[in-house]
């Protein structure tokens, strides 16, 4: 079952503007990860924010987490051709049983 | 290259038919994780191990079987192959066996015809 879903299931933007994807989950976690996929190829990790954590950048990337409303938001600013992929978000759960589980994903188009 | 080898990167198998799936981790890692992708049911956890035994069970099939040898490599086998199971098989590792990121492979391509 998927743990992570994702909005928009799909986004075509303009190179040069921000994109803004968006992640639910249902249970608690101990942190969330985004990851990319190129068409066909494996996943590359690209963040991960823990369950403490409200905030984080890298390079061009924004991840926020909100644990009250179980929800995540993933912003990649002035977005380039390359940036062209399925994002995925993926939930490290708590407890015991922990799995890291992933969403279905969006995919990106920008627009030359 | 994530350092995660896969191998084979393509495979094509009839129905009823048995296959092993072969995944190296990173050097350092003592977990790997399975996943199968397929466009409908996106990416699903099916198994993972950690330094050679089973530590977690997601949505695997009792036709399909994995394991982890004492070098770390780990198996997916998968037995009866029907229509269905063609998808991308992922393996993945972490140095970890929770709450880290994880490194995938390219991914086995399998078609069942």
């Known amino acids: 079952s998927q743990q992570g879903e994702e909005d928009p299931q799909a986004l075509s933007i303009q190179e040069g503007e921000n994109a803004t994807m968006n992640c639910s989950y249902k249970?608690?976690?101990?942190?969330l990860q985004w990851y990319r996929q190129n068409s066909g190829r494996g996943l590359v990790h690209l963040i991960l924010i823990r369950s403490n954590e409200r905030e984080k950048h890298s390079g061009r990337l924004r991840v926020t987490l909100d644990t009250s409303k179980k929800s995540s938001s993933l912003l990649i600013t002035a977005s380039r051709a390359a940036d062209t992929a399925s994002y995925f978000c993926?939930?490290?759960?708590?407890?015991?049983?922990?799995?890291?589980?992933f969403g279905k994903g969006i995919t990106l188009s920008v627009r030359p | 290259d994530s350092g995660v080898t896969q191998t084979p990167k393509h495979l094509i198998t009839a129905t009823g038919q048995r296959v092993t799936l072969r995944c190296s981790p990173r050097s350092g890692d003592l977990s790997v994780y399975w996943y199968q992708q397929s466009l409908d049911q996106g990416l699903q956890f099916l198994i993972q191990?950690?330094?050679?035994?089973?530590?977690a069970k997601g949505n695997i099939l009792e036709r399909f079987s994995a394991q982890q040898f004492p070098d770390l490599h780990s198996e997916l086998n998968l037995s009866s192959l029907e229509l269905g199971d063609s998808a991308l098989y992922f393996c993945a590792s972490s140095v970890q066996a929770v709450y880290t990121e994880a490194f995938f492979g390219q991914g086995t391509r399998l078609t069942v015809v």
């Open positions: 993926a939930t490290f759960t708590s407890g015991a049983n922990s799995k890291l589980t």
């Open positions: 191990y950690y330094n050679g035994e089973e530590r």
């Open positions: 249970t608690s976690i101990n942190n």
